[in-house]
């Protein structure tokens, strides 16, 4: 599915948030915002996942308005990781998964066969398919996020709006939620606080400052040393992981 923005703006409290951003995610595509805190990433993923209505342009998936869906149809087009999960004390892993599913039934429609089976396999592809029964309050940060994860994927969208998903975990959860992510081949569009993780693992990156755009393109093409020393105001080193070969920023304060 293509995601396109166009010409997005968004206030909350009557106070400009982001201005103008075009972006698009073509098919397949890892898209990765990042930018200083308060550039405005969580806000514009809002506008996405239909928390927040833009006050200005257009969001569109494969060239429908996001915005004029009914909200179980945009539920079928796009799913959504946030940064905290719902609290789901008192449920179980295959219960919270199968909130996935309310947007394929009617409502107050009963479970179907199609229903249990699309949870299995989301939990099934997250690893955490030997949980179903257990309790969510059993589970570490990163087993709980894998969860949330499955409960996006139940959803069979084949958009995945992800915001800052490795907020909270630990390195080897963090990396382990990205490989997954990406894996998935759906279009993805995310936001990230990590330079290092959105040049490993996003095709593209889109840099926001202060609500607006400031670089979009391939990660070595946009995220060089000076460009990171003039948005987010740290020293950079850019070059290939010594581990992975993959595209690897290390940065240090200026002092």
């Keep these: ?61 494969d060239g429908a308005d996001l915005w004029e869906m009914r909200p179980r149809q945009a539920a079928r087009h796009r799913a959504v990781l946030p940064q905290h999960g719902q609290a789901a004390d008192g449920f179980s892993v295959a219960e919270v998964v199968a909130v996935g599913r309310h947007s394929h039934r009617k409502p107050l ?18 690893g955490m398919d030997w949980a179903a029964d257990r309790l969510m309050t059993t589970l570490s940060g990163g087993e709980r996020q894998r ?10 969208a084949p958009l995945l709006v992800l915001d800052e998903p490795t907020n909270h975990l630990d390195v080897g959860s963090q990396l382990l939620l990205l490989d997954l992510v990406r894996s998935l081949g759906l279009t993805l569009l995310a936001a990230l606080h990590d330079l290092d993780q959105a040049a490993a693992y996003a095709d593209r990156v889109v840099v926001l400052d202060q609500g607006r755009v400031v670089g979009h393109g391939p990660p070595l093409d946009v995220l060089t040393p000076a ?14 992981h010594p581990l992975t070969g993959r595209p690897h920023i290390a940065v240090a304060s200026l002092r």
């Design 109 to 126: 429609g009963r479970e179907t066969a199609a229903d249990r089976e699309a949870v299995t396999t989301a939990l099934r592809r997250v």
């Design 1 to 61: 599915m293509r995601l396109d923005l166009a010409g997005v703006s968004a206030r909350i409290d009557a106070r400009p948030i982001v201005s103008e951003v075009d972006l698009t995610a073509e098919p397949g595509e890892f898209v990765a915002l990042v930018g200083p805190n308060g550039s405005g990433k969580s806000t514009l993923l809002r506008t996405v996942y239909r928390s927040l209505r833009p006050s200005g342009g257009v969001v569109r998936l």
């Design 227 to 240: 460009f990171i020393e003039e948005v987010f105001g740290v020293r950079a080193h850019v070059g290939p």
């Design 147 to 156: 969860v949330f994860l499955a409960r996006a994927l139940a959803q069979e």
